[in-house]
Nanobody
Framework: VQLVESGGGLVQPGGSLRLSCKVS????????VGWFRQVPGKEREAISC????????YYSDSLRGRFTISRDIAKKTIDLQMNKLEPEDTAVYHC???????????????WGAGTQVTVSS
């Protein structure tokens, strides 16, 4: 199983970024796949996911409306569109996969190395 993120970078407050995660070694009906972010010294923060059972999307209450998750089954990618970014969104963003259909999950089974997102003027 591999998850490889891309698309991070430096963006000004109010700007947008689109992250992408290429998965391999499994299919989307094997695991729920989503995103979490982490700032050094802080807990992981679940962002969003797409359920393995029915493809429904779920979001953190605090991020719903600014972030949108999507997937391309043929390309085996999971994207995260992030709009109206704020300095508080600065973090390493990780793509992850887990067994349950719950969000947020109690634990992540697999995750990628992450991509840095920095929101600053």
């Amino acid at each position: 199983v591999q998850l490889v993120e891309s698309g991070g970078g430096l963006v000004q407050p109010g700007g947008s970024l689109r992250l992408s995660c290429k998965v391999s070694g499994f299919n989307f009906d094997d695991y729920t796949v989503g995103w979490f972010r982490q700032v050094p010294g802080k807990e992981r923060e679940a962002i969003s996911c797409i359920s393995r059972s029915d493809g429904r999307t779920y979001y953190s209450d605090s991020l719903r409306g600014r972030f949108t998750i999507s997937r391309d089954i043929a390309k085996k990618t999971i994207d995260l569109q992030m709009n109206k970014l704020e300095p508080e969104d600065t973090a390493v963003y990780h793509c992850a996969a887990w067994d349950s259909v719950w969000f947020p999950p109690s634990s992540y089974k697999y995750w990628g190395a992450g991509t840095q997102v920095t929101v600053s003027s």
